[in-house]
C-alpha cells in the first residue's frame, strides 16, 4: 500500500535540496508526487549545471547554495551531498536558522557530529538524518511483531552487508574508499539504524578491519571504465555489539566479497526467530519462526510504505514542526550510529572493547 498522505495539515512546508546528483532524483520525486506536507521550492549544487537540469525537470527553482540558505521561505533544507560535504552543508543550514535532513553519514568525525547536534538545540532547530528506510513497511512489522512478543524477549542478532563495492556502477565511486566511506560508513547506517529501531541503543562495541584491495579499478559499464581508485579505508569490516536490551549482535560490512547466502538482519528471541528485510529497502519478505512451528513462515506486512518512499524522515519532520513531537529519523540516533561505526574501527586499531558514550531513544513506531 503506497499512501500518498504522509501528514495532513494543509500548509506544505517548503524545502530547499543541496547536492542534485545520483540519489536525488528519488527524493524530488517523492517530494512531488508522494508526500503531501511539503513542497521543493528550489534547489543548489556546487555544480551548477546539475540544479539546473534538475530545477527543469521538476518546475522549481535553481539557485546557488548561499541563496538557499538565505531564503526566509524554505524551512527544511535537504542535505544530499557527498558524506564529505555533510557536516559543512548541514552546519551552514543550521547556522542561517533552517531546520535540516541530511544523507547518512550526519557528519564523518564524532567531533563533527557532536557540534551539529548542539549548534542545532543553540539555534532551536530539528535535525534529522537518513536513512529512513526503518520507517518503511518491512522493518514496521518487524518492530510490531518484537513488540508483541512474537518471538519472546530478543536474545541476539545477526546483520550482513556484503558486497563487492560500487565501482560497477556509481559514476563517481571515489568517495566510497575515501574516510567516511568504506561499507560501514556507507552502508552500516541502514543495518544499525533498524537494529536500534528494533533493538534500542548500543552500550559496548568490538570489531575487526581490514583492507583486502589496496586499489579499485572502475569496471562494467562504467564510463570510467579502467581509471583506478585508491584505497584509503577499510573495506571489511567485522563486529559484535552489546545493545544497552542485554541482546549480543553480530555483524558485518564488506565491500570485499563477490556473493554470499547470509541473511539481511534476523533477531533471535527466547520464543522464536524473525527474519528482517533488506534495510535498504522500505517493503520486504518478513518471515517468522515461532519454537512450537513447523518451520518458517512468511507473515504479511502490518504496515504502509512498501515502496522507496525515501524522504519520509522529512514529512516527517514537517509534520513535528506543527504537530511538535519528536522526529524519528532524529539526529541524535544518526549520531549513535556514527560513533558506532568509529567505535568497530577505533575496537579493531586499539585492539579492545570500546564503551559507548552516546545514546539516543528507540524511535516511536509508525
Ligand atoms: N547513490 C545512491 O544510491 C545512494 C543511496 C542512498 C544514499 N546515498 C547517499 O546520498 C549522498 C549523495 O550520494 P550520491 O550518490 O547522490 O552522490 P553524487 O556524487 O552523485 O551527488 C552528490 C552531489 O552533491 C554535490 N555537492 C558536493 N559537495 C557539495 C557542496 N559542498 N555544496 C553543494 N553541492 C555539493 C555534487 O556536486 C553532486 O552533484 C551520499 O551521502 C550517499 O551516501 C546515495
Redesign the pocket.
Same mark, same amino acid.
Given at each position: 500500500m503506497h499512501k500518498k498522505n504522509y501528514a495532513m495539515n494543509g500548509n506544505k512546508t517548503k524545502i530547499g535540496i543541496? %547536492?542534485? %546528483?545520483?540519489?536525488?532524483d528519488i527524493y524530488f520525486n517523492n517530494f512531488c508526487n508522494l508526500f503531501n506536507n511539503v513542497e521543493i521550492k528550489s534547489c543548489?549544487?556546487?555544480?551548477m549545471e546539475?540544479a539546473q537540469t534538475k530545477a527543469m525537470n521538476y518546475g522549481i527553482y535553481a539557485v546557488t547554495?548561499a541563496e538557499l540558505m538565505a531564503d526566509p521561505e524554505i524551512e527544511i533544507i535537504v542535505n544530499?551531498?557527498?558524506?564529505q560535504?555533510?557536516y @559543512?552543508?548541514s552546519m551552514n543550514a543550521i547556522k542561517a536558522g533552517k531546520n535540516v535532513y541530511s @544523507?547518512?553519514p550526519i557528519a564523518l568525525t564524532r567531533k563533527e557530529g557532536k557540534a551539529l547536534l548542539s549548534m542545532a538545540r543553540k539555534k532551536h532547530v530539528m535535525i534529522g538524518n537518513?536513512p529512513d528506510t526503518f520507517m518503511g513497511a518491512g522493518i514496521q512489522t518487524c518492530v510490531k511483531l518484537i513488540n508483541d512478543g512474537a518471538i519472546g524477549d530478543p536474545i541476539a542478532a545477526t546483520a550482513f552487508m556484503m558486497n563487492h563495492g560500487h565501482e560497477h556502477w556509481?559514476p563517481?565511486a571515489e568517495f566510497y574508499y575515501k574516510f567516511g566511506g568504506g561499507p560501514m560508513f556507507?552502508m552500516g547506517p541502514y543495518y544499525l539504524t533498524a537494529l536500534i529501531a528494533l533493538l534500542g541503543p548500543v552500550k559496548r562495541i568490538t570489531g575487526a578491519t581490514k583492507i583486502s584491495f589496496t586499489e579499485r579499478i572502475y569496471c562494467g559499464d562504467n564510463e570510467k571504465k579502467g581509471q583506478k581508485i585508491k584505497v584509503d579505508i577499510p573495506t571489511h569490516v567485522a563486529g559484535i555489539m552489546d545493545f544497552k536490551n542485554g541482546v549480543v549482535g553480530t555483524i558485518i560490512t564488506s565491500f570485499d566479497v563477490w556473493s554470499h547466502h547470509l541473511p539481511s538482519i534476523e533477531i533471535y528471541g527466547t520464543n522464536g526467530s524473525l527474519q528482517v528485510p533488506n534495510p535498504n529497502e522500505f517493503g520486504g519478505t518478513v518471515s517468522l519462526f515461532k519454537s512450537n512451528d513447523e518451520g518458517w513462515r512468511n507473515v504479511p506486512l502490518t504496515h504502509a510504505y512498501e515502496q522507496n518512499s525515501r524522504g519520509i524522515g522529512v514529512a516527517d519532520m514537517a509534520k513535528a514542526l506543527t504537530d511538535k513531537y519528536a522526529i524519528r529519523a532524529s539526529g541524535e540516533m544518526a549520531y549513535h550510529v556514527l560513533d558506532l561505526m568509529h567505535a568497530f574501527h577505533d575496537a579493531s586499531d586499539k585492539n579492545r572493547h570500546i564503551e559507548i558514550q552516546s545514546t539516543c531513544k528507540r524511535p516511536k513506531p509508525m
Open positions: 543541496v %547536492g542534485c %546528483g545520483n540519489i536525488s543548489a549544487d556546487i555544480v546539475r547554495v544530499l551531498t557527498v558524506p560535504a555533510h @559543512e552543508v @544523507e547518512k537518513a556509481h563517481n556507507d
